[in-house]
């Protein structure tokens, strides 16, 4: 069964930093590209970071680029979302979620369960 | 960047035939997938490729794609269909590729 298993989720401070990961199982983790994705409470979805099977290649949002880093490690089957300068603004429930790719386009499946960060003082 | 926008909300009678729309510039020309969420739980992908359906999604859930509106329909509606619907494209020219739509609230009535 491919699974996605999120943690590292918690409170903390503005201004403060927190690492995300999500562990993959099921599915052949090295080759396939990998997002995070977040849900504020009450609000919609927020494509948040892409990182290509190899690392390669990353793309943010305007949101949370130069604050946030997308990395992975394929030997631990594992993505990260290395989170830092958070902002009252970035509480949300993280979603990690595995591209699937044809023809230029990308969507998402399966998505993990979620990992709630929320930043307050 | 691109915007794609939804109906905060559509009502429907169950057995009737519930669609939802996505609208966004020349959007027939991208491809449009398709998210359910119901409360507490982690999205499920129901329509990829503006128009195919995984493995397990009811063939009640169609997809069409076409000039500026991409459109869910979701027919003979049953009261577990109520959730949240998001469309989704990815922005191959930007580097900020990934875009949702605004949600659509579907209420069984």
């Known amino acids: 069964e491919v699974q996605l298993v999120e943690s590292g989720g918690g409170l903390v401070q503005p201004g403060g930093s927190l690492r995300l990961s999500c562990a993959a199982s099921?599915?052949?983790?090295?080759?396939?590209?990998m997002n995070w994705v977040r849900q504020a409470p009450g609000k919609g979805l927020e494509w948040v970071s892409y990182?290509?099977?190899?690392?390669?290649?990353?793309y943010y949002a305007d949101s949370v680029k130069g604050r946030f880093t997308i990395s992975r490690d394929n030997a631990k089957n594992s993505l990260y979302l290395q989170m830092n300068s958070l902002r009252a603004e970035d509480t949300a429930v993280y979603y990690c979620?595995?591209?699937?790719?044809?023809?230029?386009?990308?969507?998402?499946?399966?998505w993990g369960q979620g990992t709630l960060v929320t930043v307050s003082s | 960047s691109y915007v794609l926008t939804q109906p905060p909300s559509v009502s429907v009678a169950p057995g009737k035939t519930a669609r939802i729309t996505c609208g966004g510039n020349?959007?027939?020309?991208?491809?449009v997938h398709w998210y359910q969420q119901k409360p507490g739980q982690a999205p499920v992908l129901v329509i990829y490729?503006?128009?195919d359906r995984p493995s397990g999604i009811p063939e009640r859930f169609s997809g069409s794609n076409s000039g500026n509106t991409a459109t869910l329909t979701i027919s003979r509606v049953e009261a577990g269909d109520e959730a949240d619907y998001y469309c989704?494209?990815?922005?191959?020219?930007?580097?900020?590729?990934?875009?949702f739509g605004t949600g659509t609230k579907v209420t069984v009535l």
């Open positions: 099921g599915f052949t983790f090295s080759s396939y590209e």
């Open positions: 990182i290509s099977s190899s690392g390669s290649t990353i």
């Open positions: 989704q494209v990815w922005d191959s020219s930007s580097d900020h590729p990934g875009v």
């Open positions: 979620a595995r591209s699937l790719i044809a023809a230029a386009t990308n969507w998402f499946d399966p």
């Open positions: 490729y503006d128009s």
């Open positions: 020349n959007i027939g020309s991208k491809s």
